[in-house]
Nanobody
Framework: VQLQASGGGLAQAGKSLRLSCRAR????????MAWYRQAPGKQRELVAQ???????RYADSVKGRFTISIDNAKNTVYLQMNSLKLEDTAVYYC????????????WGQGTLVTVSS
């Protein structure tokens, strides 16, 4: 199973971007998916998480600005990022906990989000 992320890029502060991440493979099920980010010189942190049933949680820094959603039919998770701030600049990584006879973790390749003033 591979996670393919897309949608990063350059945006001005206050604007929006949407990230997508699709899980590709066969004979697997999704337990939950999430977005993490890592800014230069900082540790990777959880941004938002969503279960297959739709339960969500967010980092305090993005609550009210970012929305995570999942399209189960497409095995795709989205991160709608509104009111972007300079401190949102980071490489964003898609994560999934999957099941395929057993549980395992998968990570996407990372997509760069740069917010400019």
């Amino acid at each position: 199973v591979q996670l393919q992320a897309s949608g990063g890029g350059l945006a001005q502060a206050g604007k929006s971007l949407r990230l997508s991440c699709r899980a590709r493979g066969s004979d697997f099920s999704i337990n939950d998916m999430a977005w993490y980010r890592q800014a230069p010189g900082k540790q990777r942190e959880l941004v938002a998480q969503i279960s297959y049933a739709g339960s969500t949680r967010y980092a305090d820094s993005v609550k009210g600005r970012f929305t995570i959603s999942i399209d189960n039919a497409k095995n795709t998770v989205y991160l709608q990022m509104n009111s972007l701030k300079l401190e949102d600049t980071a490489v964003y990584y898609c994560y999934a906990e999957l099941s395929q006879l057993r549980k395992f973790d998968a990570w996407g390749q990372g997509t760069l989000v740069t917010v400019s003033s």
